[in-house]
């Protein structure tokens, strides 16, 4: 009799057995499969920008791992449905979860979305010389919530992505040839045209000035006490602060040399005797 009530009692429960094992065997393959599809996902959003010289890395790689945790987000739904969780109720609380977090976390996640703009429109890349936020310096880094700048001095600027996107960006390494923009004032006593022809000299002979285009060399203003010259030399980006910082020198020794004087701002001073 015994023996009989324990056959009835493995009976009773052997199928409830055999769906939970079968419950725990479907919701492994489950997993392995999802984590699969999950990697396989990522390298292949991964991929694209290795395909595409003009996308970024960053970019995509921030974009792969999106897919990869949205695919495995919907493994564990699926895995716990498995096991009759309610998956319902712990969507709306994931929900919920997000929009409190995105809501405490709004300035982060703005520099994130700036971030990705940036990557996308690629108005500058790394090792580029740059005016951003008020800051000038060359490009060391761009992640999704910063970009870091290295000045001339020395010092790491790290800058958030948020307040670059809504300002003025200027890129000086944007165009393979840049114009250098200088000045120079002559006394209204010197000759233009020797004065013009030095300066031309001057540009001629330095080794990082480029012949085409050629340089520009016009009166640019008659101030109160000299003749400006306005004088655009051209050369090679990377080129740019060694013709900016090396002409100037170049041009005051050459206009001593000629004579021409390089005036300073003075005044007349007109004594009148008033006994007389």
Not at 89 to 104: E, K, N, R, T, W
Request: hydrophobic share 50%.
């Amino acid at each position: 009799m015994q023996e009989l009530m324990n056959k009835l009692d493995i009976n009773q429960y052997l199928p409830a057995a055999l769906d939970w094992l079968m419950n725990i065997l479907l919701a492994l393959m489950i997993l392995i499969i999802g984590i699969w599809i999950a990697g396989k996902a990522y390298k292949a959003v991964v991929r694209i920008a290795t395909k595409h010289e003009q996308l970024d890395d960053t970019l995509f790689r921030f974009f792969g791992s999106l897919v990869r945790y949205t695919i495995l987000a919907f493994v564990g739904i699926a895995v716990l449905n498995r096991f009759g969780v309610q998956t319902a109720s712990i969507i709306a609380l994931l929900g919920a979860a997000g929009l409190a977090v995105g809501l405490a976390l709004q300035g982060t996640l703005t520099n994130l979305a700036a971030g990705v703009m940036l990557l996308i429109f690629r108005p500058y890349k790394i090792n580029d010389f740059v005016d951003i936020a008020g800051n000038f310096g060359k490009v060391l880094e761009i992640d999704m919530f910063t970009t870091i700048l290295q000045t001339f001095d020395n010092q790491q600027i790290i800058i958030p992505n948020a307040k670059i996107w809504s300002e003025q960006i200027v890129n000086h390494s944007h165009h393979a040839v840049r114009g250098v923009d200088m000045t120079f004032g002559i006394a209204y006593g010197e000759s233009i045209d020797s004065a013009r022809e030095v300066i031309q000299n001057v540009l001629a002979n330095h080794p990082l000035v480029l012949k085409d285009p050629a340089p520009f060399i016009e009166i640019e203003t008659l101030n109160n006490s000299s003749v400006d010259f306005l004088v655009r030399p051209y050369c090679a980006g990377e080129h740019y602060f060694q013709v900016r910082y090396s002409v100037p020198e170049q041009i005051k020794k050459a206009l001593d040399d000629a004579n021409i004087e390089i005036p300073f701002p003075h005044r007349k001073v007109i004594v009148v005797n008033e006994s007389a």
